[in-house]
């Protein structure tokens, strides 16, 4: 049992047997700035804690045919993996049959892992004032998510996309009344200002690449429309490394995603170093879960060790967990597509 928990746990985003190969991991993990804390983004090099590391990033050295088919094969294994661990009953019962399938923010009051990404929801909404039309949710997962939404948007304003068919059957199960779609984050076919809000909780760091999918949100807001997002940036030896990840999203830290969403044209971009809040407390509530089921001898020692190994792996490739949101200017200077 604990095998198939384990898919879902540490989710491969930094896979033990590669990581364990690379070189240069950092010896201690970046200083972190406190939870909630919020970057500027106005000092080039506050991210340098992490600069020394990017020797290590191998796309620089390979041609760009071979990196298209290895994002090719690394989009089919996301998409697998998500389709098979999201439907492993032990998983589906740790989010207490919610359907949602983030890490979540915890806060004192906080409980259950199902508490938690409401609690993620309400964080990331609460940096939209104007919970006004449309909105879309990207990477909609199995429609947890977008089910959340309706709780301030009128269900037909809501629609959620995923590059999975088997999740989008169970979002569409989850969230009825909401439209969803099959669609890739980096290639939306919406046309330009088509959405009032966008949405994508936990799933960034997953897309070929980070900044095709932030530059296809910008497109598709409409003037003056709202965009927040939760994301994971990881060390670049495990982005270069992870399967489910892509040297190429490599990113330093809070400082260097605002930079990246201001050259995009977002306007008012904060950005918010939620590591403690989703990441760490994260981990804290998963190895008490986890150790309750060694003690109570539903899982065997060996089934403990091998959690272990991979939450070990999963805590030295995160570097920042970041909360942001931007919005889009009412008169861009941008050009649409
Ligand atoms: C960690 S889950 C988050 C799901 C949902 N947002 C939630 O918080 O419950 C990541 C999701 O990203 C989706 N995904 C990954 N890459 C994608 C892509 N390129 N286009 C669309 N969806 C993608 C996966 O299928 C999966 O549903």
Not at 194 to 223: G, S
Request: proline share 4%.
């Amino acid at each position: 049992m604990v095998l198939r928990m384990n898919r879902f746990f540490l989710r491969d985003y930094a896979g033990r047997h590669r990581s364990n190969q690379l070189p240069g991991w950092p010896r201690r993990l970046p200083s972190d700035r406190g939870s909630g804390s919020e970057h500027s983004g106005s000092k080039p090099g506050e991210d340098k804690p992490h600069s020394k590391f990017s020797e290590h990033i191998t796309f620089g050295q390979k041609n760009r045919k071979d990196l298209l088919e290895q994002s090719a094969t690394t989009l089919t294994r996301i998409l697998q993996s998500y389709d098979e661990s999201l439907f492993v009953e032990e998983i589906e019962e740790y989010y207490g049959h919610s359907d949602f399938a983030n890490w979540g923010y915890w806060q004192n009051e906080t409980h259950t892992q199902k508490e938690a990404c409401e609690g993620l929801m309400e964080r990331l909404l609460s940096l939209i004032p104007a919970k006004e039309g449309t909105i879309l949710d990207v990477a909609c997962g199995k429609g947890a998510t977008t089910r959340y939404l309706t709780k301030y948007y009128r269900p037909n304003n809501v629609t959620g996309i995923n590059f999975s068919q088997k999740q989008l059957q169970r979002a569409q199960k989850n969230a009825p009344g909401c439209k969803f779609l099959l669609m890739d984050a980096t290639n939306l076919t919406f046309k330009d200002n088509t959405f009032d809000a966008v949405i994508c909780v936990e799933a960034a760091f997953h897309f070929h690449t980070r900044r095709q999918f932030l530059a296809e949100a910008h497109r598709v807001l409409r003037p003056g429309g709202y965009f927040v997002v939760s994301d994971i940036l990881f060390h670049p030896g495990a982005e270069a490394a992870g399967p489910m990840l892509h040297a190429q999203n490599w990113m330093p830290g809070p400082a260097a995603y605002k930079r990246l969403l201001l050259s995009l044209g977002f306007q008012n971009v904060r950005v918010i170093n939620a590591t403690e809040e989703c990441a760490r407390r994260f981990d804290r509530y998963i190895f008490n879960y986890v150790f309750k089921k060694l003690q109570s001898k539903e899982i065997d020692w060996d089934m403990f060790k091998t959690f272990m190994e991979r939450r070990r792996d999963k805590n030295m490739a995160v570097s920042f967990y970041i909360i942001a949101s931007g919005r889009k200017a009412w008169h861009s200077r941008y050009r649409q597509s």
